[in-house]
């Protein structure tokens, strides 16, 4: 007869392998276009491939992996339309957490953004934590709006960004003016201004996302037509 909790903990490491590489993914750890191979995994783990090839199947449906011939599985990278198109949804969702947040937000809240951008000017000089307390500022601003169909939302949106690749916050003067602009939008929404709330959100997500153009531009011109880095050490 099988012993109490049999058949549940292969279950419940195959979460925690999928909620492990999940999270390196959405911190940039694992970068578009990175291999994730079984056996690497399997010897990480210390597991069979059998969980392993599972919780990589999870993230392949989720949209985060693909599968490449002769390169096998791959995080996944977003094509230049799809890209454009997440800017949209990124600016009607972060405009209207902005104009809710206005509306709704407590004292509290507003003074924890505020205490988010006092710690951020202090850490400009290093854009990958810059990026994570950006991605944290942001959910604040969400949860202040106090919907949690928007927070949903965002939620599937998060997944999607961790596939743009190197943050917008390493562009020369960019991590400077983004926090400018959370100033604006924090301003906005205790003054409960939920228009000009929604207007600084939109043209916070309109600005991020001209430089990820110009960031895009320079990754194809560094590019051979066949995707090999040219050398640019001249």
């Known amino acids: 007869m099988p012993k109490s909790g049999d058949g549940f ?6 979460i925690d392998i999928f909620e492990t590489l ?13 291999r994730v ?13 059998t969980p392993i090839r599972e919780a990589l199947r999870r993230l392949e449906t989720r949209g ?3 599968h490449e011939p002769y ?13 454009g198109e997440l800017y949209v949804m990124r600016e009607i969702l972060d405009s209207s957490a ?9 004292d509290a809240e507003i003074a924890a ?12 000089d290093d854009p990958l934590k810059l990026a994570a307390s950006n991605r944290a500022f942001h959910i604040a601003i969400y949860r202040a709006a106090h919907n949690r169909f928007l927070v949903k939302a965002s939620d599937t949106l998060t997944e999607s960004l961790a596939l743009l690749g190197p943050t917008t916050l390493s562009a020369k003067g960019r991590s400077e003016r983004s926090i400018k602009e959370h100033e604006d939008i924090v301003a906005a929404i205790k003054q409960r201004d ?27 011109i560094e590019t051979d037509p066949v995707g090999n880095a040219l050398d640019n050490t001249d």
Request: a positive charge; zero cysteines; proline letters at 1%.
């Open 98 to 106: 902005a104009r809710l947040a206005a509306q709704h937000a407590t």
């Open 22 to 34: 999940q999270n390196e993914i959405l911190e940039g750890q694992l970068q578009p276009g990175d």
């Open 113 to 124: 953004m505020e205490a988010q951008i006092a710690r951020d000017r202090k850490i400009l």
């Open 9 to 14: 903990e292969g279950k419940d490491m195959k």
């Open 64 to 66: 985060l992996l693909v």
């Open 71 to 83: 390169r096998g599985m791959v995080v996944a990278q977003l094509e230049a339309s799809a890209i």
């Open 194 to 220: 939920g228009d000009r709330a929604s207007a600084a959100a939109r043209d916070h997500i309109r600005a991020a996302f001209q430089v990820r153009l110009l960031q895009l531009d320079q990754t194809i």
């Open 37 to 49: 191979k079984e056996a690497e995994l399997a010897n990480r783990f210390g597991l069979s491939r």
